[in-house]
């Protein structure tokens, strides 16, 4: 922010993300692409499953909740967790205020089968954060330490994200976050609602 930090010409950051567009480059060509089955196919050491279910009842260390801006969960995958898991996750979300899209926040989970509740802010009036927020919640799993995630479709719900654009997004967020290497992640659970819905975003999932 400080205007004697910024560069003084174009050249030195355009040489850092060319550096970076590189190093990711190789990273993904260098990142195994195993189909296991139908429904099972691993990218490196991390295993990721696609199942058609209630998210609430996923057991991992974090479960992501597709959040809205102003943190309550009254509706979609939100209402699920906060029913099954008690509502002192909703308040503990709340006590921050609004969030813009594209964040991500943690809470502790109550009596849902995790450690974490990592609420990602994904989007808004079919205006789509997707990837960022998946993102975000893929780094600060790594910050948290946790090995195992359960996933919803981001921002299908009332946000109206089509399913189709969710899972590309999801899908190549994981996988350039999966290529850079260094993440704990070892299993990602995709767990949507129902086998229609499951297999449309398997479709996406797997061409991305």
């Not at 991500?104 to 989007?123: D, Q, R």
Request: aromatic content about 4%.
């Amino acid at each position: 922010k400080d205007p004697a930090h910024r560069p003084t010409d174009l050249i030195e950051p355009v040489r850092q993300f060319t550096d970076l567009v590189s190093t990711v480059r190789a990273a993904a060509h260098r990142t195994t692409l195993v189909y296991v089955d139908r429904h099972t196919f691993r990218i490196g050491e991390c295993t990721i499953t696609f199942t058609a279910g209630n998210l609430a009842d996923a057991t991992a260390d974090g479960i992501v909740s597709s959040a809205n801006y102003n943190m309550h969960m009254q509706s979609g995958v939100g209402d699920a967790l906060r029913k099954k898991g008690g509502d002192a996750i909703e308040l503990e979300a709340m006590e921050g205020g609004p969030r813009a899209l594209g964040t991500c926040i943690a809470t502790k989970a109550g009596t849902l089968h995790a450690k974490y509740v990592l609420h990602a802010v994904s989007a808004w009036n079919e205006t789509s954060c997707v990837g960022r927020a998946t993102q975000r919640a893929l780094l600060l799993a790594d910050e948290l330490g946790l090995r195992s995630l359960a996933m919803p479709a981001l921002g299908t719900g009332v946000a109206r994200v089509t399913m189709e654009t969710c899972a590309n997004a999801m899908m190549t967020a994981l996988r350039w976050h999966l290529a850079l290497g260094g993440t704990r992640l070892r299993h990602v659970q995709v767990i949507l609602a129902d086998e229609a819905k499951l297999a449309v975003f398997r479709e996406v999932a797997e061409d991305s």
